[in-house]
């Protein structure tokens, strides 16, 4: 196994990030979110369920701290050497009376970052309270400063070489819709379809191998599809039935999201007017998107085609998506919404996803894309329209 990039990019990346870090004034930065570990560092393992965190300093270079088990992981996906490699014991693994954290607040403490400032992430999925509390009261001394989505907004404007696999992992979502729709129909499970999507997902395209992608294939047939996120069943589909598919492909960790609506047989009127509507607004948001304007005036050109059908949706139009691992593709900073002041830049990647979700049925239509130098390109290809089996 080799690192996704080369050793130019992740330094590119640590300069950058070690540049915000400068800006809050942090000596060191604790990151725990498994997203933000590969993108600076090219970590990539399926180990985020216990305690890890990476240490980022000025002066040395990035510190993996986590389970023994799980070093190997260090030599095979980074460029990192043995001296950035700070593992814990295994006999503290899910055992009552320590935790892990205690060790690693330790490996951390070995820096001497005694009464300095140390930056964390707060609000990520798999860094705990108690692993927090736990850190935080073995370095007692230090001042602890907020330093969530630092990284997060590091990673918003992609570098080329980020582009290139943001393009192979749309390649891999268009590929994956178009099995999905190639093989749904009345009769056949849910569960039988979602197979068929995920060996999409993984054996990818041509030139590009797929991962495991950070969001979950999301089946929303007939009733279902009145709610944004239900999980897939055995139940089979049924003839006459609307169903939206939001999947996805996933390309060294970069993912890329893809909805489209299917109608099995006939389908009400109601159906078709509405997806008239969205198409036409995600045509006004791709035409509306380029560098230099907030992303609340791509949300209200959507508005704009809504309120000439008068539909409303309340909920954004669209996210920042790149790296990610489960349960959430999104970046967790740019979003298209109304009034949102973020400024977008040429090689952001964003997910427009325009969810209609009504009452008793509902439909999807969503593209993943680049800012360019003056407007965006649709990185995932596929028919923009109701696809009638």
Known sequence: MNP??????????????????????LDALVIGDPANMNWLTGFDAWSFYVPQVMLVLHDHPPVWLGRQMDAGSVALTTHLGADSVRPYAEDLVQRDGVHPMEAIAKSIASFHLEGKCIGFESDTYFFSFKAVERMQAKLSSSTWVDADLLVNW???????????????????????????????????????????????????????????TALCPLILAGEAAATAHPMWTAAPFEADQTVALELGGACQRYNAGLARTVQLGKGPQKVFDTAKAVTEG????????????????????????????????????????????????????????????????????????????????????????????????????????????
Request: with cysteine; aromatic share 6%; hydrophobic share 40%.
């Open 282 to 389: 995600l045509e006004a948001v791709l035409q509306t998107i380029r560098p230099g304007i907030f992303a609340g005036d791509v949300h209200r050109a959507w508005q704009a085609v809504l309120d000439r059908y008068g539909l409303n949706k309340e909920s954004r139009i669209g996210y920042s998506i790149g790296v990610g691992y489960s349960p959430d593709w999104g970046e967790h900073t740019v979003s298209l919404r109304a009034g949102e002041s973020t400024v977008l830049e040429k090689n952001m990647t964003l997910h427009v996803m325009l969810g209609m979700w009504m009452d008793g049925w509902g439909i999807e239509f969503s593209e993943t894309v680049a800012v360019t130098d003056s407007g965006c390109e649709s990185l995932t290809q596929f028919a923009r329209e109701v696809i009638s089996v």
């Open 154 to 212: 590091c990673r918003a404007v992609k570098s080329d070489v980020e582009i290139e696999v943001m393009r192979s992992a749309a390649k891999i979502a268009s590929h994956v819709m178009t099995v999905a729709c190639e093989h749904i129909s009345p009769g056949m499970r849910q569960c039988d379809l979602v197979a068929k999507v995920l060996s999409a997902q993984v054996s990818g395209v041509p030139g590009a191998g797929g991962d495991t």
């Open 4 to 25: 996704a990039f080369e050793l130019p990019e992740y330094e590119r990346r640590l300069e950058k990030v070690r540049s915000a870090m400068s800006e809050k004034n």
